[in-house]
Nanobody, 121 residues
């Protein structure tokens, strides 16, 4: 069974930082790109970032470029999202998922329950 479990969310002031973690199990982690998307109340789901495994390519949404950094540790079957210079508009539930990027747009499958990130102004 594919499982993705997120952690690391919380409440932070604008300008602060958080590091999200995603622990994966139940599939050949090394073979897949893993990423993050977020969903804020009243807004559509937004892809945040993806990282490919063996070729090390990353993708970021324009809204987080220069502030967020995605990384992975294949030995631990984990993916991380370091979020710096957080803004109130980053407030959302963040989920990790298997991802694919085509024509500059990500698609996501098999996501976890998510972790809440709240940025206060």
């Amino acid at each position: 069974e594919v499982q993705l479990v997120e952690s690391g969310g919380g409440l932070v002031q604008a300008g602060g930082s958080l590091r999200l973690s995603c622990a994966a199990s139940g599939f050949a982690f090394d073979d897949y790109a893993i990423g993050w998307f977020r969903r804020a109340p009243g807004k559509e789901r937004e892809g945040v970032s993806c990282i490919y495994s063996k070729i090390g390519i990353t993708w970021y949404a324009d809204s987080v470029k220069g502030r967020f950094t995605i990384s992975r540790d294949n030995a631990k079957k984990s993916v991380y999202l370091q979020m710096n210079s957080l803004k109130p508009e980053d407030t959302a539930v963040y989920s990790c998922a298997v991802c694919t990027v085509a024509a500059g747009l990500p698609t996501f499958d098999y996501w976890g329950q998510g972790t809440q990130v709240t940025v206060s102004s």
